[in-house]
């Protein structure tokens, strides 16, 4: 995909657009259908829920593209066209977190520990990353860390995967996301991130909940309180947005316009140098 600069080629337009865990700085990052995403949409809020730039990985080995220059153009350029825009760090961006206390705005982003969104119907969403609720990533920094290794060991035997299935004629498969469903561990640990993220919500007297974190696009009614995922832009490439009546829908980017996995992100040699 040409991720060259070039004016908002707005066709879809949303009253708010909540998207998370980019981990900007990574080879598994799409930065390409980001890019795609952030230049045809529009709206009066958007949410960046955790994740966006992966510091975990920028202290080991820097992979910065102008692609990754270009996502954080375009969301600069949605806050001066009038949008706000709020910034809730997560784990792998957990630098900035030191910074909630100063209450920043930088550059018409707000930096934010959490949010409560009204939708336009007048429901209260509780807006946060996840991670607080992630009893690995709270309580065993070793074992998330080894886990995020084997995620993206994962995402590299995918790669490879996806090679040999080209060459023989068939389409692209998921295999970090399949061997994801196969552990029941994993999808145990899913369903109590859910029902926490959801008792949380109630506690704090909202309808709703809308987080990352675990890269499992979702949205689904738990005891009451409506639960949503946003997804990540990694393997699924989602997104949630409300549309002007508060009507919520997960979009599947990549899915809607045809976009294909097995396509390599490439740095174009068209785009703004760094």
């Given at each position: 995909m ?7 080629e707005?066709?879809l337009r949303?009253?708010s ?9 990574t080879?598994?990052c799409?930065?390409d259908?980001?890019i ?20 975990w990985?920028?202290?080991?080995s ?12 375009l969301?600069l ?21 030191a910074?909630?206390?100063?209450g920043l705005?930088?550059?018409?982003i ?5 949010a ?22 709270r309580?065993?920094r070793?074992i998330a ?6 995620y993206?060991?994962?995402?590299n035997a995918?790669?490879w995967?996806n090679a040999?299935?080209r060459?023989l ?8 996301a ?19 993220l959801?008792g ?5 007297g909202?309808?709703g ?5 675990i890269?499992?696009?979702e949205?689904r009614?738990?005891?009451?309180v409506l639960?949503?995922n946003?997804g ?19 979009l599947?980017?990549?899915t809607?316009?045809?976009?294909s ?14």
């Amino acid at each position: 995909m040409n991720v060259s600069p070039t004016p908002f080629e707005v066709r879809l337009r949303y009253r708010s657009v909540f998207i998370s865990d980019f981990h900007l700085g990574t080879r598994g990052c799409r930065s390409d259908f980001l890019i795609d995403f952030l230049r045809r949409v529009s709206c009066q809020h958007l949410f960046l829920v955790g994740d966006i730039i992966d510091g975990w990985r920028l202290r080991k080995s820097w992979h910065w593209d102008s692609a990754c220059d270009e996502v954080l153009r375009l969301i600069l350029r949605h806050a001066r066209a009038g949008t706000e825009v709020i910034y809730i760090p997560g784990n792998h961006d957990e630098m900035f977190r030191a910074w909630l206390p100063m209450g920043l705005e930088i550059a018409g982003i707000r930096l934010q520990a959490e949010a409560v969104h009204v939708t336009a119907d007048q429901r209260r969403f509780l807006v946060m990353h996840g991670d607080e609720f992630d009893s690995v990533v709270r309580y065993a920094r070793v074992i998330a860390l080894l886990g995020d290794w084997a995620y993206r060991a994962a995402l590299n035997a995918n790669t490879w995967f996806n090679a040999i299935r080209r060459r023989l004629g068939y389409p692209y498969w998921s295999l970090s996301a399949w061997l994801k469903r196969q552990v029941k561990g994993a999808v145990k640990a899913i369903d109590r991130f859910e029902v926490a993220l959801a008792g949380e919500a109630r506690r704090r007297g909202c309808e709703g909940v809308v987080c990352g974190h675990i890269h499992h696009a979702e949205m689904r009614d738990i005891n009451g309180v409506l639960y949503i995922n946003d997804g990540d832009w990694v393997e699924s490439c989602t997104a949630l947005v409300e549309h002007e009546d508060g009507r919520l829908e997960l979009l599947e980017w990549a899915t809607l316009n045809g976009f294909s996995f097995a396509t390599v992100r490439r740095e174009r040699a068209s785009c703004p140098t760094r």
